[in-house]
Structure formats: C-alpha cells, structure tokens
C-alpha cells in the first residue's frame, strides 16, 4: 500500500482550475501500471479499497469514498444530506448552482434556491429570508445550506 507521506515535494504551480486540467507525471504512469486491480463497484479493487482506508484515517473518521470528479463529490454528499423535493440555498453565483450542470434538481431532486451574496458570502439576514420562503407550502422547505469559499 503506498503512503501519503511518501509524496514528493516539488516547487511546481498546481493547476487547481478544474479536476480535468490535469495530466499524470510519468511516475503516475508508472504507478498506475505496476497497481492491482480489481472491480471497484463489487468492492474488489484494493487499491480503492486501501487509498480510501489510509484517508479515513487521515481525517479520523470511519470510512471515506472515492469519487471520479468533484461534480460527482458534491453530488453524492447533498444527497447524503438533503432529501429528494427539499430545497438548497446557496449564493447565487455558486459554482454548483452556475457550472455543475444542474445536478441538484436533475439528479438529486433538490431545487436550488439562489441567494444573493458577496464575494460567495451570504448574510444572516439573507439568509433567514431564504429559510422562510421555504416555510410556506407552496415551497420546497430548506434542508442543505451549501457555501463555497473560492470566489
């Protein structure tokens, strides 16, 4: 099992624009050839299996997933937290509301309540006004709070 703490450093710039800018140095490459293998989606793959054990353990929490993209991470962790026809506030120029290709009422079944913000930063008072459009019943309650801080 390889280690976190066997990285190398390097005074390289690290392109964090998107998950896909990015391209495996040959060391990658090689590491990639010399792994075993195994069908993740029957549990069998231990290279999955072991990296996503050693982050469990660096963030101390029982069990973490490996996911292809971060459109698939946020995905995965509303729908964890929001039930299906609830709705999320975020601030209006979010990048999950903006550039995510509307996940949250495609696939999650959560309709996105856009909150006008500064700098992705949305007020108190914003906020609560936004919690009570839900309280009506002709809206979607509010059950996910989603905030960025790379704007």
């Known amino acids: 099992m390889g280690s976190l703490d066997n990285m190398k450093a390097s005074n390289k710039m690290i392109d964090l624009r998107s998950d896909t800018v990015t391209t495996p140095t040959p060391e990658m490459i ?24 050693e982050v469990a353990d660096l963030l101390g ?5 490996l996911v292809i993209s971060g459109t698939m991470g946020n995905v995965v962790s509303a729908m964890a937290l929001a039930p299906r026809g609830t709705s999320i506030i975020l601030e209006a120029a979010a990048h999950i509301h903006i550039k995510e290709s509307g996940w949250p009422s495609t ?39 989603c905030l960025e801080n790379t704007h």
Not at 30 to 53: C, K, N, Q, Y
């Open 30 to 53: 090689e590491a990639m050839s010399r792994a075993e293998l195994g069908d993740d989606f029957f549990r069998d793959d231990p290279t999955v299996l072991d990296f996503e054990a």
């Open 61 to 65: 929490v029982e069990s973490a997933m």
């Open 107 to 145: 696939i999650a079944g959560l309709t996105p309540r856009p909150v006008q913000g500064i700098g992705g930063m949305i007020s108190p008072t914003a906020l609560a006004d936004a919690i009570a459009v839900g309280q009506s019943r002709l809206s979607a309650p509010a059950s996910l709070l």
